[in-house]
Nanobody
């Protein structure tokens, strides 16, 4: 079994910063890609940022220059540093990871999701 657990969400004023973390545990041989998505009320889930195992990152246009994704492979952890937050960034933020299971070390990747953490930006 694999678990992804996010932390770091909360309430912040516009222009402020928050840092999110997501830790993977359990039946993990290796984590390939990792990413952050968000879902605002009444909207579809959207990509925020992704990062490869070699730390190559991509961002949604709406967060470029404000958010930074990073990862610590030894800790199975992905981070999202969010600066210059705007009310439009208010959403539940989810991490995901493409994982090769320890019990299938030569096998395929499986995508797992965290439970989500709420980020609220007040104007």
């Amino acid at each position: 079994q694999v678990q992804l657990v996010e932390s770091g969400g909360g309430l912040v004023q516009a222009g402020g910063s928050l840092s999110l973390s997501c830790v993977g545990s359990g039946n993990i041989f290796r984590i390939v890609g990792m990413g952050w998505y968000r879902q605002a009320p009444g909207k579809q889930r959207e990509l925020v940022a992704t990062i490869t195992s070699g730390s190559s990152a991509k961002y949604a246009d709406s967060v470029k220059g404000r958010f930074t994704i990073s990862r610590d492979n030894a800790k199975n952890t992905v981070y999202l540093q969010m600066n210059s937050l705007e009310p439009e960034d208010t959403a539940v933020y989810y991490c995901n990871a493409d994982i090769i299971r320890r019990t299938e070390s030569g096998g395929p990747t499986y995508r797992y999701w965290g439970q989500g953490t709420q980020v609220t930006v007040s104007s």
